[in-house]
């Protein structure tokens, strides 16, 4: 008890492990650039950020990389699409002012002519689109250059959103590095020279039997053209090559794919127990809406967000007319608390649930300021705060607390449960699981209301005051870190 008061209050990283020495990258996310950011995706930016912040918080030295399909045939259309169509061409306006919201109709309109069109001018196209496909595969900068064009685009587009949560990223791998660095090429040699390899229906294939898949995986056409899962095998091994651990963040409808790239890459004799992935559900709205960017349907990531903004606004608003800590709070805070509030609402919602269940995303339950939620959760931290604040303009100073006067079981179950949170950290690293993170946050701040209630700090008499101050302190410290790992702002006021 002793121990963990003295290092909980007085150390603002509380929580945080020390150094491991190991290199952790985290993939995540990785949608490709077709347009804005879906919803039914947010799951993989909000669980991604949170793992790479778990493992960093556990003293791993962790890069976050996002992984871009730049070599695909969805790419050869857009930017096929984009030359070929101009803006009286296209039906509708864009849906936001930001480059992704303008350049997806193009995509959307090239898809809708390949789909409508009549066959003579579909096969025209077609062609086209082949041509883009093999300059890409043979390395022709002036293909690759017009793909760039879109890609780069539109990729600012989404970067953009997903700095909304924040999720944010140290590298952005381009599948056709491994292409035009011939690493691609080396790697299907080698698999060719495998006992797995076969030569069947026009492909080269690899037989997984002996891994329990029986469908084969295809990593070379008859016209000697990769994949995209030959690149990723050589995208794993560049991995492998330079960090410790591999942890990437998937859909759950890439399980099979990733089960086969596990076993190819034990094929070719890498150490695949440097492969971690972390496997996620869809998540719905009310009203279960699909997501499709082909087609144009469906509700996008920013449109979520300005929702959970919104709400969050008339809620603070309307709780600031009961408010009755004295610092006023003007029109810029009143935003900072609702996007806080908001945002943190969505993550936490969404990171808290275990990734395997499919969940429906519901207002009322994420922008609860009593239940299980963020702002719940945020509240205690603002309390922290100002409980603190309040402290200080008394003078009363919790440096020289002394444990041993905190003997009611308020304060007692309060410290055990901050004691507890450098070990929940650890083993929610070892298992990948941030949600273990977020329970952790609202169990103490369960703990931490119950002891607001029957311990007051500043009418205290001044030896147990300061030890309840310093309670207060280690609470803010221990909470404000658990947040930070699964991606929730902790606002000093609310």
Same mark, same amino acid.
């Given at each position: ?228 899962? %030959? =690149? @990723?095998?050589?995208?794993? #091994?560049?991995?492998? &090559?330079?960090?410790? !651990?591999? $942890? ?75 408010? %009755? =800590? @004295?610092?006023?709070?003007? #029109?810029?805070?009143? &935003?900072?608390?609702? !996007?806080? $509030? ?153």
């Amino acid at each position: 008890y002793d121990d963990t008061l003295d290092a909980a209050a007085s150390d603002e990283a509380y929580g945080r492990l020390p150094a491991t020495g190991d290199s952790v990258v985290v993939e995540h996310t990785s949608a490709n650039p077709t347009g804005p950011v879906h919803v039914g995706r947010t799951r993989n930016p909000v669980i991604g950020d949170a793992v790479a912040n778990l493992l960093d918080f556990a003293g791993n030295d962790v890069d976050r990389h996002y992984y871009v399909n730049d070599a695909g045939r969805q790419m050869a259309v857009f930017t096929w699409a984009y030359e070929t169509f101009d803006e009286d061409d296209l039906e509708s306006e864009p849906a936001r002012e930001r480059v992704e919201y303008d350049l997806v109709r193009y995509y959307r309109k090239g898809n809708a002519f390949l789909e409508e069109a009549d066959p003579e001018e579909v096969e025209r196209a077609e062609a086209e689109i082949t041509e883009i496909l093999q300059g890409i595969e043979e390395g022709d900068e002036e293909t690759y250059a017009r793909v760039e064009t879109v890609v780069d685009q539109v990729l600012g587009g989404m970067r953009e959103c997903l700095e909304r949560l924040p999720a944010e990223f140290d590298e952005f791998v381009k599948e056709t590095r491994f292409m035009f660095d011939g690493t691609t090429r080396d790697l299907a040699e080698r698999l060719k020279e495998t006992d797995h390899a076969v030569y069947e229906e026009d492909a080269w294939q690899l037989e997984l039997d002996d891994y329990g898949f029986e469908k084969n995986l295809v990593f070379l056409r008859s016209d000697d053209t990769s994949l995209y899962t %030959t =690149r @990723d095998l050589a995208h794993h #091994e560049w991995k492998f &090559d330079n960090y410790d !651990r591999a $942890v990437t963040v998937l859909g759950e409808d890439h399980k099979l794919q990733s089960g086969q790239l596990r076993a190819a890459l034990d094929i070719l004799g890498n150490d695949v127990d440097k492969l971690e992935n972390v496997i996620y559900s869809w998540v719905n709205l009310p009203g279960g809406e699909t997501m499709s960017t082909r087609k144009g349907t469906g509700v996008m990531l920013d449109d979520l967000l300005d929702e959970a903004i919104d709400r969050a606004r008339d809620e603070v608003e309307t709780r600031l007319e009961g408010r %009755t =800590r @004295d610092d006023d709070l003007d #029109e810029a805070d009143i &935003d900072r608390i609702a !996007r806080q $509030v908001g945002i943190g609402a969505v993550r936490y919602d969404i990171v808290s649930k275990q990734p395997t269940k499919t969940i429906t995303f519901e207002w009322d339950q994420a922008l609860n300021f009593e239940a299980q939620s963020a702002p719940y959760i945020q509240y205690v931290h603002a309390r922290c705060c100002g409980i603190a604040d309040e402290a200080a303009a008394a003078g009363l100073d919790a440096s020289e607390a002394d444990p041993a006067v905190l003997t009611t079981d308020a304060e007692r179950d309060l410290l055990a449960t901050i004691a507890r949170f450098p070990a929940v950290v650890e083993t929610a690293a070892d298992d990948l699981e941030p949600h273990t993170v977020a329970t952790f946050a609202r169990e103490l701040a369960e703990v931490f209301n119950t002891f607001y209630r029957e311990c007051p700090v500043l009418d205290a008499d001044e030896e147990v005051g300061a030890a309840r101050l310093a309670l207060v302190e280690a609470s803010r410290n221990a909470v404000a870190n658990a947040l930070a790992i699964v991606g929730v702002e902790a606002p000093e006021s609310m």
